[in-house]
């Protein structure tokens, strides 16, 4: 079907039929995206200029969980946009100004073969388009080192950075959270129920631990806690506002209390639909749109399940 014939198919859909949720469902929506090209400057652009626009018209901060100047393929397109560390830096201050900047993790085998897409055994392998499950493909050793090199790299050009993560490719672990656990990280956007998103361990801990769509918890280890805060779905392809409630009313099944975010990445720029949706969740769906500042508070999350990492 065609993007054309697709996008009247569902006007005449949503003409007849509001996919409205239940009245006692309480939502919280906020924005995650997966900013990886800040080296290119027309999409550095749109980013900053959907940082403003949802703060301005809807007084949300965005949260953007980006890949640093110290990742490999990060490196290759800096090369490519003669784009400087400094220049990087200046860019990721300038963002700062409408939204909170996190890290958005994507590691390999061998940094050095970045440029091999998904038929590589290189990087770390979370999903498939195909199976939405399948096993890790991991080693401790080169997650640690480009992980730190991520940490230095924030450190060395002083980017405002607040201790937030997101996956690349959905891979999370137990070494990956132990890893954001003992370096101070507090809030995590890895987790999803979403077919396109889920991965082998974190689908296994949240059935295991009877954990509901939508549903936040929290991870502890020693005197260090990491709060998950799922996300749940992607706005990427957005071109129908009602679409999320569709999406939403299939995902949450019987999840009353749900709070998680919608995420798109910064070359998918596709910032308009994902203000529709944003719009939409708060007319159409009666949610409330959170802030990074809002999570922090007291409130949303005081009473979310917690578990230690040793056995989630």
């Not at 090199?149 to 891979?171: C, H, M, Q, T």
Request: aromatic share 12%; net charge negative.
């Amino acid at each position: 079907m065609s993007s054309k014939v697709r996008h009247f198919a569902k006007k005449a859909l949503y003409a007849a039929w509001q996919p409205e949720l239940p009245r006692d469902v309480q939502l919280r929506v906020g924005m995650v995206v997966h900013t990886e090209r800040v080296y290119d400057k027309e999409i550095f652009a749109l980013t900053q200029r959907f940082a403003r626009e949802l703060q301005e018209r809807l007084s949300v901060r965005a949260i953007l969980t980006v890949m640093t100047g110290a990742n490999a393929r990060v490196r290759g397109g800096m090369a490519r946009h003669s784009c400087s560390d400094a220049m990087l830096s200046d860019r990721l201050h300038s963002l700062n100004e409408f939204a909170d900047i996190g890290l958005h993790g994507h590691y390999w085998m061998d940094p050095d073969l970045f440029w091999i897409r998904e038929q590589s055994q290189s990087r770390f392998v979370s999903h498939s388009p195909e199976l939405a499950l399948t096993t890790n493909n991991f080693a401790l050793a080169p997650f640690e080192t480009q992980f730190l090199a991520d940490l230095e790299w924030i450190d060395r050009w002083n980017v405002p950075f607040r201790k937030i993560y997101s996956a690349g490719w959905w891979f999370l672990n137990e070494n990956v959270i132990a890893a954001l656990l003992k370096h101070g990280f507090v809030f995590d956007f890895s987790v999803s129920w979403a077919p396109w998103f889920r991965n082998q361990y974190t689908h296994d801990a949240v059935v295991r631990n009877l954990l509901q769509p939508g549903q936040p918890f929290r991870l502890s280890s020693d005197k260090n806690h990491i709060n998950c805060v799922p996300t749940l779905t992607g706005c990427g392809t957005a071109d129908t506002a009602a679409d999320l409630g569709r999406i939403l009313r299939a995902q949450l099944g019987a999840s009353r209390d749900v709070t998680g975010a919608l995420c798109i990445h910064d070359y998918d720029r596709n910032y308009d639909g994902c203000l529709a949706w944003l719009e939409y969740a708060a007319e159409s769906l009666r949610a409330s749109l959170w802030s990074l500042e809002s999570l922090e508070s007291p409130g949303i999350l005081d009473r979310v399940p917690e578990f230690d990492l040793s056995t989630f």
